[in-house]
């Protein structure tokens, strides 16, 4: 059975290999050029920058499990960074990828088909399964069933049609982040390797450069605060930048030069409200969908997505670790 999965993030790429690993031959596709999604990163100078998740948490042994099993030591690695104010629940430092955060998307993509830079524009169904349409109408194939792993505004654009799911993904709903990547000549020592709420406009400072892999020294990874993103959220990036980082000079009373590397916007940055289900499946249409918004925020609420609709498309040999279909 043919299977394609729209999405290269964790719950994608988890659903995806599970599914892989009892027969389907299963298609990955992403309008990115690569894997990530909330751990994405870009090549910058000498280095690496996580302008996605800077760092993510595994709490429970099932998800640490899976990331042993599938992405070596030297790709994940521990980090215990100095921090300065109050982690939340979904803010909690556990592992990072090495030399980048995207290192962990793509070991788990694995053997994997996998499309990129491949912008799904529209589904239709058929009496020989799904067809899937790029941005451009045309027609990429067919295929038995279809996963949906994107954030959910853009899951919503293409299963709207399916009430079955459409009335469920428009529960969640989604805040956008401005990040912005600064490099300053020198290190400012009144800001730890991550400060938590130093600004109103600011949610999170993050050095990427103490990260281990990344190069680019004296890099630091901006984090725009839900209520400035929302107000700045249809400027031009290059405007955008150059007030993060005024306001990142003001607030480190710093002498050192600051130079903007890139600004970049994720629409679809945090689940403010999740859906309150694992995930989403009509065994009927042979359609589901998947994705952190369904539970919460975190890199480990997509990957227990992703786990949990594999295992309900009657991927068995899942182990379930005894959490069964509920959260853990």
């Not at 909330?38 to 910058?44: G, K, N, Q, T």
């Not at 990040?179 to 993050?206: C, F, G, K, N, W």
């Amino acid at each position: 059975m043919k299977v394609a999965v729209i999405g290269a993030g964790m719950a994608g790429l988890t659903a995806a290999r599970h599914l892989q690993s009892v027969g389907r031959k299963v298609t990955v596709f992403d309008k990115s050029k690569g894997t990530g999604g909330r751990l994405a990163s870009r090549s910058v100078g000498d280095g690496w920058v996580d302008h996605g998740a800077p760092y993510f948490s595994a709490d429970h042994q099932p998800f640490r499990e899976e990331l042993a099993q599938n992405v070596p030591p030297a790709a994940l690695q521990l980090w215990n960074p100095r921090v300065k104010g109050l982690l939340d629940a979904d803010e909690q430092v556990h592992f990072i990828g090495v030399p980048r955060n995207s290192a962990v998307t793509r070991n788990l993509l694995g053997s994997l088909s996998f499309q990129p830079s491949t912008r799904i524009g529209h589904l239709e169904k058929s009496a020989s399964g799904w067809q899937l349409y790029n941005d451009g109408e045309s027609l990429l194939g067919t295929w038995q069933q279809v996963i949906v792993a994107a954030p959910a505004p853009q899951t919503l654009a293409l299963v709207r049609d399916y009430p079955s799911l459409a009335e469920n993904v428009r529960k969640a709903r989604m805040e956008p982040s401005w990040v912005a990547a600064v490099q300053t000549a020198e290190l400012i020592e009144s800001l730890a390797e991550v400060t938590i709420d130093p600004h109103p406009a600011l949610r999170r400072i993050t050095l990427n450069s103490a990260k281990p892999g990344r190069g680019n020294s004296h890099l630091y990874l901006l984090q725009a605060a839900k209520d400035w993103s929302i107000e700045h959220l249809e400027e031009a990036p290059e405007e955008v930048g150059r007030q993060l980082e005024a306001i990142f000079t003001r607030l480190t009373a710093s002498s050192s030069e600051a130079t903007v590397l890139f600004t970049h916007r994720w629409r679809y940055a945090f689940t403010e409200q999740a859906v309150g289900k694992p995930c989403l499946w009509d065994a009927d249409l042979q359609l589901g969908a998947c994705g952190d918004w369904c539970l919460g925020r975190r890199v480990e609420d997509a990957w227990q997505s992703g786990y949990l609709l594999a295992r309900q498309m009657g991927c068995w040999t899942v182990s379930c670790s005894g959490f069964g279909m509920s959260r853990f």
